[in-house]
């Protein structure tokens, strides 16, 4: 298990705004009753920057974000599951570029939706449990990961439906696992968080024959053979209780627990002994009331903010590049008081959105 490493202590950053950066409310929808659990921008393909989907109940609705704040409905999808609550997308393309919607929820099947023909391409089953997120890798966007209640982890090839390796065993979760990501530039790492309270990094390195040999196969996708990875390279304990996010900044690793904060970190491997090492907290983004478990943060496409929404609905968008900690703008309107359960930045971080417990969307735009 990984120590706290003996390095400075951690920079915090101030709640006092920088007024870097001046957003105001722009438009506000309504799906329905239903809560929002998911919204995310398609940053996988650049013809697509300006679409973005939403997740609750038993829908997947695209919309697309056009000039003055308008927001227009492409298309929507309704699974078949009504009693289905999706807590998760992920847009991915298949190898010929054609746009993905995956999504996952309650019921543990992951639905790959053709965002062209509005039809379903695969459904993934495996699960023994709801999946609460899903991740697309951005250098073969047509792999996903899903974490899941079940204490797994799976990677998948939505090209041709196989699962490729399962993350658990003896090493892995002891408990829900909430979110993953997949590293930036190392593609054999990965990292994933849960309710046993760890930060686990993987690799895949030994394994990445089968990535490669899922592209080519040609039979069933049940009969490859699906491999189980055991043993994570380093378990992090750098939060006391649940973690719900973490995603890789750079090298750096940010996650977030029900502490009223986002912390960066570091890891340090000795690489003369897998699994040993320590963890370097550098910075602390704080984020009030922000107590409750599944609230998600983003960031824009290059990483230089982060916005994370909390429990009165209000968001707070922090500098990423900057140490200490700059808070670029705390947003709040006398009319979003429900649980903001996600944020979607904009490629370039003029545009946030946000979805609502109370199944409400808002869009924020920078004043220029």
């Not at 659990?37 to 109940?57: C, E, H, K, L, P």
């Not at 309710?195 to 030994?206: A, F, G, H, L």
């Amino acid at each position: 298990m990984a120590k706290i490493g003996l390095g400075c202590e951690p920079v915090i950053g101030s709640l006092t705004p920088s007024k870097k950066k001046e957003y105001r409310v722009s438009n506000r929808l309504h799906e329905g009753k239903r809560p929002l659990y998911a919204i995310a921008f398609n940053f996988v393909d650049s013809r697509y920057y300006d679409v973005f989907a939403t997740v609750g109940g038993n829908r997947v609705t695209v919309y697309r974000c056009l000039e003055g704040g308008l927001v227009t409905v492409l298309q929507a999808y309704v699974d078949e599951d009504k009693d289905e609550s999706f807590y998760t997308l992920s847009w991915a393309c298949d190898i010929d570029g054609t746009p993905f919607l995956v999504a996952g929820g309650s019921n543990g099947i992951i639905r790959v939706i053709n965002a062209g023909t509005e039809m379903i391409h695969k459904s993934f089953v495996g699960h023994g449990d709801s999946v609460n997120e899903i991740r697309t890798q951005s250098l073969k966007p047509s792999l996903v990961l899903s974490a899941s209640k079940d204490e797994s982890v799976r990677l998948w090839n939505i090209h041709t439906g196989i699962c490729i390796l399962i993350f658990a065993g003896a090493g892995g979760h002891r408990n829900e696992v909430l979110s993953v990501d997949f590293h930036p530039s190392d593609i054999y790492r990965i990292a994933s968080c849960g309710m046993d309270n760890t930060v686990k990094i993987w690799s895949m390195k030994e394994f990445w024959q089968y990535v490669e040999r899922s592209f080519t196969w040609t039979d069933l996708p049940s009969k490859f053979p699906t491999k189980y990875v055991q043993f994570p390279v380093f378990i992090a304990s750098v939060h006391s209780n649940y973690v719900d996010c973490n995603r890789w900044l750079g090298d750096f690793i940010l996650s977030k627990s029900v502490d009223n904060e986002i912390v960066l970190w570091e890891l340090k491997i000795k690489e003369q002994s897998p699994g040993e090492g320590a963890v370097d907290i550098l910075q602390k983004y704080p984020v009030p009331e922000c107590d409750i478990w599944f609230i998600k943060f983003s960031c824009d496409f290059h990483y230089n903010a982060a916005a994370i929404g909390n429990r009165e609905g209000k968001i707070f968008v922090w500098e990423l590049q900057s140490s200490p900690p700059v808070l670029i703008a705390r947003l709040s309107h006398v009319h979003c008081k429900s649980p903001i359960r996600q944020t979607a930045v904009s490629f370039d971080g003029s545009t946030i959105l946000s979805c609502c417990e109370d199944g409400s969307i808002w869009r924020w735009d920078a004043v220029q």
